[in-house]
């Protein structure tokens, strides 16, 4: 039995760093997929391969004791799907990938507040308290990144922390779908399907939106989207993004909350701002001044203090 129990936190360890590499290169592949489509056309498109692929993976249907318990599945879906991914690419369209990865870091901190809240696991102290306040301080340096005027424009920045905001939630929601003790795979599939579902309105304001500098904008010209959705560059961030960072990475996720738990999981986010550092550098040519590399170290340190005599 201990050696099961060994192999299981030995594969969930494994599956969590995997998600964790995954998810760094995601805010580079979808700054680039900017370059060619709205926020919303990444999301949908995305999600939509996320869930084809896990239909393909595991086609049977999954059966739940009552039918009230959708409404966590729903509740996952728009947390930390539409909301949660869409606030993401929307801030990486203001601003850098690598900020947005630094900001988004914090996603730990809001999961540890919202499990207290609501779970009432107890998780803040004053190691806690003293990290967030250094992680904080670390996103206003990274906000800033060497202006040289207490001046700049918050709205990716904003969005990026909303989005670590709904992740917190969607963590929680996390919690209760693996306490029902179902498959991993058909779980994630049903949160990816009422996803999409919950997207349909937005799909269509985005038709109807006439502004093509909106995060929402749908382009419907048929011209345009033959040239966009024929380039093997695009499909190949897609399918990464869709088929990788989505169907492989939550599944694998959720397994790996299961098995380590949802605070502790969430807690090795922190690396995922250093991945992403990596390839904006090598990928998007992004540089950071000495200020913005300071808030990145603050903001690393404060999630590791917040963590501080955690078993």
Known sequence: MENKSVQSKTLGIILAVATIFIWGITFVSTK?????????EILFVRFVLAYLGLCIIKPAPLKLAHKKDNLWFLLAGLSGIVIYQFSENAAISFTTASNVSIIVSICPMFTAIIAQ????????????????FIAITGIVLVSLNGSSEIHFNPKGDLLALTSAFCWGFYSMFVSKINKMNLDKILCTRRSFFFAVVSMIPFIIYGIIENNSASSFYINTDPATNIRRFSDFYFWLNFCFLGLGASAFCFVAWNMACNT???????????????????????ILKEKMSLMGLAGCVLTIAGLFLSNRGKK
């Open 117 to 132: 809240i609501f779970l009432r696991e107890k998780h803040i102290a004053l190691y806690f308290a003293l990290g967030f």
């Open 260 to 282: 380590l738990g949802t605070v502790k999981t969430t807690a090795g986010i922190y690396m995922v701002p250093v991945v992403t550092i990596v390839f904006a550098y090598f």
């Open 32 to 40: 680039c997929l900017l370059k060619g489509f709205s926020a919303l």
